[in-house]
């Protein structure tokens, strides 16, 4: 096993880097002259070489102190960091949140208003763009995900039923509105989202009969295709979660003579075991109560 530094010795080291001086790193550790000079000098045993000079009354640091300095700044930069994303786990009105992007920035985010009305002391952290397979109720409270975690640890609820519709600018959907299916597929270009490459799963029939339609995009993140969409750049394929905003506000249209069809459900999950704390609970519900409400 690989012998570390103490970290005491690191803390007396990046004072007197930045100091400049070892009487000075002593008063801001609140530590004697000779504490510090001695935590210096086992920092020095265990690298093997020297890292300061003594400078007038002062000290520098060598060069091979310098590049010390910058490794042993980002560690220390790290440690702190680190102190800053565990802070919710010690605040009980705080609910860790794991879900994708769409759904924070298509869901969410236009909630956040009625969100802050019904719970105003609750702190959400949210987190995207990672899967989760498990929940231990330390790292994660709530997942929304389309990937059902199937385990009598976890507790998953239906949350939203997701469509994919085809959207396009308004003025591409005013030019198209007539136009029926399918030819309403060739007279403008795809806009694709890379992990769909068929587009749509009846538009490989279409086109083994025929029909002729081309590409404009191809993007690894759905957003990007709700903002082609709006600067009228053709016509994508997307849940109608990605776009709702886009949509809501009118930035974007649905093609109704193009078929949608059906995406993976949303879950909202948790674990079976009681709460981390009751703002766990409160945002359960909230989540759970909005999405079954009518006015939804």
Aim: net charge neutral.
């Amino acid at each position: 096993m690989r012998r570390l530094p103490p970290l005491q010795a690191l803390l007396a080291f990046d004072a007197a880097a930045r100091l400049g001086s070892f009487t000075r790193a002593a008063q801001e550790l609140a530590l004697t002259q000779s504490a510090i000079s001695h935590q210096i000098q086992q920092l020095e045993e265990w690298t093997g070489q020297p890292l300061f000079r003594r400078i007038g009354r002062g000290v520098a640091l060598t060069a091979a102190g310098a590049l010390y300095a910058q490794t042993v700044t980002t560690a220390l930069g790290t440690l702190a960091d680190g102190r800053d994303r565990i802070e919710p786990y010690g605040n009980p009105d705080s609910v860790i949140v794991v879900c994708a992007p769409q759904f924070a920035s298509g869901w969410l985010m236009p909630r956040m208003r009625a969100f802050s009305k019904a719970l105003p002391n609750i702190e959400i952290w949210l987190v995207t763009g990672e899967e989760v397979n498990e929940i231990d109720r330390v790292d994660v409270d709530l997942v929304v995900s389309s990937k059902k975690i199937d385990s009598p640890e976890v507790m998953c609820e239906p949350l939203l039923d997701e469509e994919a519709v085809a959207i396009c600018g308004p003025m591409t959907a005013r030019r198209l509105r007539s136009v029926p299916f399918p030819d309403v597929l060739t007279q403008a270009p795809l806009l694709v989202y890379e992990k769909s490459p068929e587009w749509a799963p009846w538009l490989p029939d279409l086109r083994r009969g025929g029909l002729r339609t081309r590409r404009a995009m191809t993007v690894s993140d759905p957003r990007f295709l709700v903002a082609a969409a709006e600067q009228e750049a053709g016509i994508a394929m997307l849940s109608r979660l990605t776009a709702g905003d886009a949509l809501t506000s009118g930035r974007v249209a649905v093609l109704q003579q193009v078929p949608g069809f059906a995406l993976a459900p949303l879950w909202l999950m948790r674990s079976a075991q009681p709460a981390r704390s009751a703002a766990v609970d409160a945002v359960y519900a909230w989540m759970i109560g909005l999405c079954r409400s009518k006015d939804d």
